[in-house]
T-cell receptor, first 112, second 112 residues
Framework: GQQVMQIPQYQHVQEGEDFTTYCNSS?????IQWYKQRPGGHPVFLIQ?????EVKKQKRLTFQFGEAKKNSSLHITATQTTDVGTYFCAGPVRNAGNMLTFGGGTRLMVKP | NAGVTQTPKFRILKIGQSMTLQCTQDMNHNYMYWYRQDPGMGLKLIYYSVGAGITDKGEVPNGYNVSRSTTEDFPLRLELAAPSQTSVYFC???????????FGDGTRLSIL
């Protein structure tokens, strides 16, 4: 079964509203990575978090890694139409040979 | 710097035909991966390789074969194409299994 879970699966927001997607693992992760896939495109690596409780920012995007290193979140402030796409989290899962396992993704749609 | 290059970008096959999807990377990465992504869905790992001469099955290997004779190349073979294999196929590479992956642009494959 899926070892890295993401919620929600879909999110519609009005342009200017905030957006958050959550990522949960049943096991401790050595790191968590976030990717963005634009419609019709390929996943593109955004960021990697390694430390417990780590918070990183990229302009309007804020990434957090939980204290227990089992969950993470991506928050977008004041969404823009350029934020449209699917956001995937991924983490190395120990009982999958420490290979990167992707969550199911959260598809963000922004109404102008 | 080309990164990960996939060919072809699009292909239509008839049921029962075979084809090879090509993937090459110029980053000297040991790890390479093949994923399939069905419309509106997440990434499913088909096969992966941790180095030249070494390959292993992922989550959905049935109907596919791979080889890794060089560090750069990781072709994916479909022997008897079936409609269920209609999907977008992504090749990716990374330096290590738990490190960020670099994706190619994908191959959009339709089997009719």
């Amino acid at each position: 079964g899926q070892q890295v879970m993401q919620i929600p699966q879909y999110q519609h927001v009005q342009e200017g509203e905030d957006f958050t997607t959550y990522c949960n693992s049943s096991t401790t992760l050595s790191n968590i990575q976030w990717y963005k896939q634009r419609p019709g495109g390929h996943p593109v690596f955004l960021i990697q978090l390694v430390k417990s409780g780590e918070v990183k920012k990229q302009k309007r995007l804020t990434f957090q890694f939980g204290e227990a290193k089992k969950n993470s979140s991506l928050h977008i402030t004041a969404t823009q139409t350029t934020d449209v796409g699917t956001y995937f989290c991924a983490g190395p899962v120990r009982n999958a040979g420490n290979m990167l396992t992707f969550g199911g993704g959260t598809r963000l749609m922004v109404k102008p | 710097n080309a990164g990960v290059t996939q060919t072809p970008k699009f292909r239509i096959l008839k049921i029962g035909q075979s084809m090879t999807l090509q993937c090459t990377q110029d980053m000297n990465h040991n790890y390479m991966y093949w994923y399939r992504q069905d419309p509106g869905m997440g990434l499913k790992l088909i096969y992966y390789s941790v180095g030249a001469g070494i390959t292993d099955k992922g989550e959905v290997p049935n109907g596919y074969n791979v080889s890794r004779s060089t560090t750069e190349d990781f072709p994916l073979r479909l022997e008897l194409a079936a409609p269920s294999q209609t999907s977008v196929y992504f090749c990716a590479s990374s330096s290590l299994g738990n490190q960020p992956q670099h994706f190619g642009d994908g191959t959009r494959l339709s089997i009719l």
